[in-house]
């Protein structure tokens, strides 16, 4: 996982940049010049800086007792603290001022103190941004506001994410009810407002309808492959159960589904609810086969599907038989070649599957007529060689 540390440094660089790149438009420009807002941008920043440093020791030392604080964590605010008081205290000597660091609190917005570029270096600069971020960060991490002076300019929030409460008092909402609260005010709810009867009634009716039963209602379910898989990492090897699910109405519309879990039940219930997400429906001719030859491909697994007369019944192998019987097919020919993975060879059957076309789909996309694409003249070989 990555550090805050490079992520907090890249954020106060690019709005160190973005600053530098503002002072030369011609907008600015024209109200001051580009060293004057530099030096004023300084000044407002390290003035946020030595905001956060108060806040940051009043949280110290008013933590509740509920948020146990960790030595290093401790020590690392305490130097961060040091090393923002030097930095301040450094740059107002160069700029020649008599200020102390506690009297930049008060000059954010108003009677900002100028820095040149002499008394902080652009390295300095992006510097203190980034104490400042870091800050924000361990005052969220005691549920302390940071103060609202100090946020970046333009945002209406802290980077960070505090407590659902705290975040509402520095927002100015009111705070979340309790539960006691609000089991009080549903009992004086209106008469429009649901009763609590009604709502556990349809929490049980969508917790039904979630139901793996009811989800699978009006397919039939065939397992076509149950394996133990094995996952190592560095602790050692983990052991789950992978299966592979086909469902199937068996009047055109089918899908298959994998799932993963520690044990085959629950593999399974994934597998089925994984299936149903990838339904295929296809048109079949005189309901019992396809309308024309087709191939399919996955990886390196390819399938020729061709069709068959009526009471040819289904030529293929087992697993495929099993498929194209919930597709509701009944008289196909299929073949797998290439690799005969279990996996790959039902994907390719579906993508096969999925390039049948109707002669009425095949006349509206060429702009034909139907009975000029349904009719094939019948010549025989001889009249062939003579034409």
């Known amino acids: 996982m ?13 709005r160190c940049q973005l600053r530098r790149a503002l002072c030369t438009s011609e907008s600015i420009r024209g109200e001051m010049t580009e060293a004057d807002f530099e030096a004023e941008d300084a ?32 020590v690392a605010i305490e130097e961060e603290i040091n090393e923002s008081q030097q930095l301040i205290s450094a740059a107002l000597k160069a700029a020649g001022s008599d200020l102390k660091v506690d009297d930049l609190t008060e000059r954010v917005s108003e009677n900002i103190v100028s820095i040149p570029r002499h008394a902080l270096t652009y390295k300095q600069l992006m510097r203190a941004e980034y104490l400042r971020d870091m800050f924000e960060m361990h005052l969220v991490t005691l549920n302390v506001g940071p ?16 407590e659902r409460r705290r975040r509402a008092e520095m927002q100015n909402e009111p705070a979340p009810e309790s539960d006691a609260e609000t089991l009080a ?16 009634k349809r929490k049980a009716q969508l917790e039904a309808a979630g139901d793996i039963k009811t989800v699978l209602r009006g397919y039939d379910t065939c397992l076509l492959e149950v394996k133990r898989v094995h996952k190592v990492h560095k602790g050692g090897t983990t052991l789950s159960m992978r299966a592979l699910v086909v469902i199937g109405d068996r009047a055109g519309t089918a899908g298959y589904g994998e799932g993963k879990s520690e044990t085959v039940a629950h593999a399974v219930e994934r597998a089925c609810r ?22 399919g491909k996955y990886v390196k697994s390819k399938v020729s599907l061709w069709p ?3 009471g040819t019944g289904i030529s293929a192998n087992n697993n ?25 060879a039902v994907k390719a059957l579906f ?18 007529p139907l009975a000029e694409v349904t009719h094939v003249p019948r010549v025989g070989v001889r009249q062939r060689i003579a034409a």
């Open 308 to 310: 068959a007369p009526v």
């Open 320 to 344: 495929f038989n099993a498929v194209l019987q919930l597709f509701g097919i009944k008289d196909i020919g299929a073949k797998l070649h290439g690799p005969r993975s279990l996996t790959n």
């Open 43 to 74: 000044g407002r920043t390290l003035a946020k800086l030595s905001l956060m440093v108060r806040g940051a020791k009043d949280a110290m030392q008013n933590s509740p007792r509920s948020i146990v604080m960790q030595p290093q964590t401790q």
């Open 351 to 368: 993508n096969a599957l999925s390039r049948v076309h109707t002669p009425e789909s095949i006349a509206a996309a060429r702009g034909l």
């Open 2 to 14: 990555l550090s805050h540390v490079p992520l907090r440094r890249l954020a106060a660089l690019q």
């Open 274 to 295: 994984d299936a149903t997400r990838n339904l295929l429906t296809i048109q079949r001719k005189n309901d019992s086969t396809i309308y024309h030859r087709v191939q």
């Open 147 to 162: 103060p609202r002076a100090a946020w970046v300019d333009g945002s209406g929030k802290p980077f960070c994410r505090l």
């Open 185 to 200: 005010k549903a009992e004086q709810a209106p008469a429009d407002v649901l009763p609590p009867s009604e709502v556990l």
